[in-house]
């Protein structure tokens, strides 16, 4: 089911015969009387080709095709004018429109010029997915043994139409899985469509799913495409899909049934073609066990599970996610990688990381952000006070620094480092002052400043 054509004139005639014409031809159809009405309709209809007059009340087509091509410049418009001069042609076409016709059109131009221009925003859309997919994509980082099974899943279920449930815990990866299934699918090259079913307010959904009908309900003013309808041949993505109401899984459940949905407020059945992929932290069979979750919605969207792992269960892999993220802010800030150290990769290792690879990354962001040197040693990770929670475990957790280094020596050092950075934040970098404070002869205290790259302002 493509998109609508967006016909727009202030001429009522005009707007009956070129929709007729197009609908006759199988074709939906939107019009629009001027400028304004039109701008607003592309942000809620999203059609597929504007065919757009010239002389319009308001904004003329000209102004029209200049901010349809800043907000959608893959867009196909063609201008129709009854001022068919090759001025108006050749400035329509540097303003980006595909084409210009002359009014009255014909029928025959008007469908050859609409199917071309589908055709090539069709080529153009599939240029862009191939450039995508030799473009470097977020990959799931790890070489660990549950990871590698993911990824062997992943291969296996992409290239399938089935409904996937990515279960695991916040901030796993979920997100990340199911835009994994769409890039490696059939369906790549159409919309990935993501719902959080848990952010959108109960009274919403129905509507934001399904989108409605003008005057459905107060403050329904115009018409509004769901995400259902905006998926269509692509990939809708549930994400929380636990929290959704038992009211609206049992509409998700008849889409997914008969392939088919009504607007709220509307009456004519809209087929759709849409991969579900939903995600959850919950344990829905325990749900379904309390109640709040519908036993055949369940076996509908479990088709295929797949299950992402908590960080503790791959600790090996944080190694190379700590690099991946200090790469990542480092592309992100035109700046250079920093690099921990292997005593600060070992401690990264032994924290229970309760958010998982989400809380790894903010952290390892955090320390790229706040260390000044290029190099993140143990002694620059903060204690447990700071953000990272102890964790009273045998197998260890991120403990008191000082335990986990070797040797006394280290451990000596470890402290002087840091207590050294406090005491010089107190005192402002004052060395002078700091050197008063903590008892030492300023020019000793001053080589060890440089010997663990603690900076200090001159006196004075």
């Not at 309709?41 to 904004?59: F, N, Q, R, T």
């Not at 990824?151 to 996937?164: I, Q």
């Amino acid at each position: 089911m493509p998109g609508p054509l967006l016909v727009v004139d202030d001429e009522p005639q005009i707007l009956q015969m070129i929709s007729g014409i197009l609908r006759d031809e199988g074709f939906e159809v939107i019009t629009a009387p001027d400028g304004e009405a039109a701008l607003k309709l592309v942000g809620e209809e999203a059609p597929d080709l504007v065919l757009l007059d010239i002389a319009l009340p308001g904004l003329d087509g000209l102004e029209v095709l200049q901010e349809l091509k800043r907000h959608y410049p893959f867009l196909p418009v063609v201008i129709i004018s009854a001022y068919g001069s090759v001025e108006n042609a050749v400035k329509a076409t540097r303003l980006g429109a595909y084409d210009f016709i002359e009014k009255p059109p014909h029928a025959d131009k008007i469908l050859l010029t609409v199917r071309n221009g589908l055709e090539l925003a069709r080529l153009s859309e599939e240029n862009r997915r191939l450039r995508q997919q030799t473009a470097p994509v977020r990959e799931i980082i790890g070489k660990s043994e549950p990871v590698r099974k993911l990824r062997e899943a992943l291969n296996l279920v992409a290239p399938t139409n089935a409904s996937v449930l990515i279960t695991g815990e916040n901030g796993t990866g979920k997100e990340l899985v199911a835009r994994a299934l769409h890039a490696n699918s059939r369906r790549s090259s159409r919309p990935f469509v993501e719902v959080n079913c848990a952010a959108i307010p109960e009274d919403l959904i129905e509507s934001e799913l399904f989108g409605h009908e003008k005057g459905a309900f107060t403050g329904a003013t115009d018409r509004h495409r769901g995400k259902f309808d905006l998926a269509h041949e692509g990939t809708l993505f549930l994400d929380e899909i636990g929290d959704m109401s038992l009211k609206t899984q049992a509409k998700i459940l008849r889409i997914l049934e008969e392939q088919r949905f009504e607007r709220v407020g509307g009456q004519r059945p809209i087929q759709v073609d849409v991969r579900i992929v939903a995600a959850t932290n919950k344990n829905l069979e325990e749900e379904i066990a309390k109640g709040t979750f519908r036993e055949d919605l369940y076996h509908r969207i479990n088709v295929i599970p797949l299950i992402v792992p908590a960080l503790r269960e791959r600790r090996e892999d944080i190694p190379q996610l700590a690099a991946h993220f200090l790469k990542e802010l480092a592309r992100e800030n035109d700046a250079p990688a920093k690099t921990f150290s292997p005593e600060a990769l070992e401690l990264l290792a032994a924290q229970p990381w309760p958010g998982n690879v989400r809380e790894l990354k903010n952290f390892v962001w955090r320390m790229a952000i706040l260390t000044a040197g290029s190099f993140i040693e143990a002694a620059d990770l903060p204690l447990s006070a700071q953000g990272l929670t102890p964790e009273e475990s045998g197998e260890g957790a991120f403990l008191d620094p000082f335990l986990q280094v070797p040797s006394f020596r280290e451990a000596r050092a470890l402290f002087e480092k840091q207590f050294l950075r406090r005491k010089l934040e107190e005192c402002r970098g004052n060395v002078s002052l700091l050197a008063e404070k903590i008892g030492l002869e300023r020019s000793h205290l001053s080589k060890k400043l440089k010997s663990y790259g603690l900076e200090a302002k001159k006196d004075g």
